[in-house]
């Protein structure tokens, strides 16, 4: 199995209620793990940061249908690489809300607050999501049995 790692910027569209982003967000989650991709997606200034890693066929097919959705526009890919293994494989689709904490992350990756990930090479934005990455805890499993209380 060849694959790959893409990473595009885009808007969401004037006048789509800020719920979408929560439906799209499950959405993805249940498609994803169906077609094991994985990824993050974030979400600041009106723009979105996806990255989509998995199976080069599914990813391509997964990328062409995300151009389609009428939620967004100004599609940009920022990168595109073969990998030989995965960095987001414990996400099936991260969603990152870019508020004023984490867009102390931003700062460090753009020289501003204000996230544009159109300025951003597509070596900076995977820099940038993988440092978000180091900052959040894994999502629990579905099903998983939780811990007893230590005694
Ligand atoms: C910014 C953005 C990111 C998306 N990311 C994903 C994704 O990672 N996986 C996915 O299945 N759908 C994603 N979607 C939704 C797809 O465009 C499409 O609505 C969805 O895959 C349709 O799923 P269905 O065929 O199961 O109805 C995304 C949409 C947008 C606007």
Redesign the pocket.
Known sequence: MTMVRIIYT?A?KAGIDHS?INK?HA??????VK?Q?T?M?C?GSRK?L?C?EGDRDRVNA?FQ??S??P??EEITILKYDSIHEREFDRFS?KLILLTKAANKAVARFSGTETFDPYLMSGETALRMMLSLREHIPTDPPENKTPKPAPT
Not at 27 to 32: G, V
């Open positions: 885009s969401f979408e799209i959405t993805s989650h249940a498609n994803n077609w991709v990824g997606l979400f979105f996806q989509l997964l249908k995300i389609r959705d939620r967004h689709m």
